[in-house]
């Protein structure tokens, strides 16, 4: 058998054994659809209109309350990651800004901001605060609400027994599969235990909630703190029914949404003061243990 010189094969065996030739060419079609359609699998895009109301800690973090995306969410107000630190520069609470939402299976992020035209109309669903799937979000100086938990040692726990006590609290769920999301967050737990053991013996509580519910039972949190501490008196892991986790997580801007299996979601983690106020909210999870110890280090001086 010969081949023309200029076109090339790929040989192929069928489950007889038997050579199929297919044109290089031809492969190459397939791959690309292949890529094609996987990608399309993979990644969804959003072109999306809102108004800016608020930003967050780590210079990438932008709150806007958006109108609707068809087919993905309602108008709502949420925390959005942009993808590099220069997108936010020279945007302002109040600009109505227009931009693209990327969402994949495992992460989401914006791009393209662009400003409207001052008068642009907008479809919003703002309240008086920014709102989160209809609640207002918590800002710093609010009471922490009440709400009862349920530890990784089934002990009820009610955040109004909290006061008095310093508290840093942080929401994840245990099957969280990105290393830079909750095992990161969890790390920077386990390293501000020691170093609260260190500087403030004794004076401040760690709080780890889970939006995973049904999942995270106080079995499963009780093996999951193993992993990061054996102190659970000082670090307490805590579940509750679906409702009261799933309001008090929105309240902190936790927006959180199970897909193939999975739990896309940001993160948020906040110090709460002896008299039960919220003294600091950050936003993601670039901050690092020594940034609670100096807000810490202003809190405690001045209690």
């Not at 993808?83 to 990327?102: E, N, R, V, Y």
Request: aromatic fraction near 10%; proline fraction near 7%; glycine fraction near 6%.
């Amino acid at each position: 058998m010969s081949f023309d010189p200029f076109d090339r094969f790929i040989v192929l065996f069928s489950k007889d054994y038997q050579p199929t030739y297919l044109p290089v060419k031809m492969l190459r079609l397939l791959l690309a659809f292949f890529l094609i359609w996987t990608g399309c699998q993979l990644s969804r895009s959003y072109e999306v209109r809102g108004r800016i109301v608020g930003f967050g800690d780590d210079g990438r973090t932008v709150f806007i309350a958006h109108e609707a995306i068809p087919g993905y969410m309602p108008a709502m107000t949420m925390p959005f990651q942009t993808a590099d630190t220069t997108s936010l520069q020279g945007l302002s609470l109040g600009d109505a800004i227009q931009f693209t939402f990327h969402v994949r299976r495992d992460s989401s992020w914006i791009t393209d901001i662009r400003r409207l035209p001052p008068g642009t109309p907008l479809t919003l669903a703002e309240v008086g605060r920014p709102t989160l799937h209809g609640l207002p979000l918590l800002e710093e100086g609010d009471l922490l609400p009440e709400v009862t938990l349920l530890t990784q040692d089934s002990i009820t726990l009610r955040t109004a027994d909290l006061k008095g006590q310093t508290v840093v609290l942080t929401f994840i769920y245990t099957r969280c599969p990105v290393p830079d999301f909750c095992p990161r967050m969890s790390e920077n737990f386990q390293k501000l235990q020691s170093l609260l053991q260190q500087r403030f013996p004794g004076r401040v509580r760690l709080l780890t909630i889970s939006f995973d519910p049904l999942y995270d039972t106080p079995t499963v949190l009780r093996r999951y703190a193993q992993r990061y501490t054996a102190d659970t008196q000082s670090w307490t892991f805590a579940t509750g029914d679906t409702t009261t986790i799933r309001q008090l997580a929105t309240r902190f801007g936790v927006h959180y949404q199970e897909q193939t299996g999975e739990i896309v979601h940001n993160l948020a983690t906040a110090l709460i003061t002896p008299d039960g106020r919220i003294a600091r909210i950050w936003r993601g999870n670039r901050w690092k243990p020594e940034d609670v110890l100096q807000t810490l280090a202003e809190v405690l001086g001045s209690t």
